[in-house]
């Protein structure tokens, strides 16, 4: 990534950072000493890096970049919200004054933060509750890295994995996503491995994803999870509107390409809903429909939304459904439900921050 003038710091690489000091007139160690701030120490405004010269500081911050207060480039932290698990989900602000959530999922060994990579979505999953709001746009690198510092800081703990999984529709937006795996890995130090990106399926995008994480990262070795959700076309496309324009065949060949260039296997996402895609015969047609793909089905009992009345499965039913995927030997997980208390699902406490500030004012 090339330093510009407009470019907040945050989410460039450290020969980036070099070229900017030296465009402003300071040494190369300049940049390496903003590259420490950043991202070893999480520093939040210029203020913060103290190491740098006070008369250079109070010059840029005479000019901070278009659009921005500061030039690091770190949000706000609008609410804050800790669920009895510790799943800890935060509501930031961007510099334009949009909120967006990020979240941090605390398991023993292991810290997961769910990243946001819109500000709202326009796929309109009718079970999903950042889908009602709509698009409003698609968040830049150092949108997307900020979460995870933003989580880093407050659990006081260093992120071992990261999931493209909060609002947005990564592939519509495959650039930024790439570019932040890209700073996560080299300049936070995470493992590619570690990282999953969630999708739902955008015409066409599968297999330039695949190509340009080849080109932008040198390897594609995160995870690809597609939201499948359904065994069929039909009962996929009353789900997903947005699938009407993708048969479930064209998206499964897609993902076909993807292994292909990539020789990462491909994990599926199936949202169990209650009485409608969760009896055992939707799982042996599950099963029938992945035959072939070296595949991991990932389930997930539906988190309940206030615009919606699906039901969450009952324990017996989604165990039914997995012993099912089993017999027909699909590797099948349960994904735990965390933070439902803290209205960690999907979009929520975004929700309800808003509908709280539309009732105010
Ligand atoms: N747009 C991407 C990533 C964001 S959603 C995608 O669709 O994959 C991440 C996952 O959460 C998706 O599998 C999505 O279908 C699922 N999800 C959305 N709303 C949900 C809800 N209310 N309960 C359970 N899972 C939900």
Request: hydrophobic share 40%.
């Amino acid at each position: 990534m090339t330093a510009g003038a407009t470019l907040p710091l945050l989410g460039q690489n450290l020969s980036a950072l070099e070229t900017w000091a030296i465009q402003h007139g300071q040494p190369a160690f300049r940049g390496r000493q903003i590259h420490d701030g950043l991202y070893a120490k999480g520093a939040r405004s210029l203020d913060q890096l103290t190491v740098l010269p006070k008369a250079w500081r109070q010059q840029l911050q005479a000019d901070p970049p278009k659009g921005a207060s500061d030039w690091l480039g770190r949000s706000r932290e609008l609410q804050r919200s800790v669920a009895r698990d510790g799943t800890t989900k935060l509501l930031l602000a961007t510099a334009d004054g949009l909120s967006l959530e990020a979240v941090g999922i605390p398991a023993p060994g292991r810290l997961t933060v769910c990243v946001s990579s819109q500000v709202g979505c326009p796929m309109a999953c009718r079970f999903c509750a950042t889908g009602k709001g709509g698009l409003q746009r698609s968040l830049a690198v150092h949108e997307i890295v900020d979460q995870v510092l933003s989580v880093r800081e407050v659990m006081g703990e260093r992120p071992s994995h990261v999931v493209f999984m909060g609002m947005g529709e990564p592939l519509l937006n495959v650039d930024a996503v790439l570019d932040a795996i890209g700073c996560l890995c080299e300049d936070l130090g995470m493992a590619q491995r570690q990282i999953t990106v969630s999708t739902v399926g955008v015409p066409h995008t599968l297999p330039t994803l695949a190509e340009r994480a080849l080109q932008r990262l040198g390897r594609a070795q995160f995870t690809l999870a597609v939201s499948l959700h359904a065994p069929n076309q039909s009962l996929r496309e009353n789900l997903i509107p947005t699938a009407r324009a993708y048969p479930i065949e064209a998206l499964l060949d897609d993902c076909r390409r993807y292994v292909a260039i990539t020789g990462r296997r491909v994990s599926f996402e199936y949202i169990l809903l209650g009485g409608l895609n969760d009896q055992t015969h939707h799982a042996t047609a599950l099963a029938r429909l992945l035959r072939g793909f070296q595949s991991h089905v990932n389930l997930i009992p539906y988190n309940p939304i206030e615009e919606e009345d699906f039901k969450r499965p009952s324990p017996a039913t989604v165990e039914a459904f997995r012993q099912a995927l089993r017999a027909s030997r699909t590797a099948v997980s349960v994904r735990a439900s965390r933070g439902l208390d803290a209205d960690a699902a999907c979009g929520q406490l975004r929700r309800r921050h808003q509908a709280v500030a539309q009732a105010g004012g």
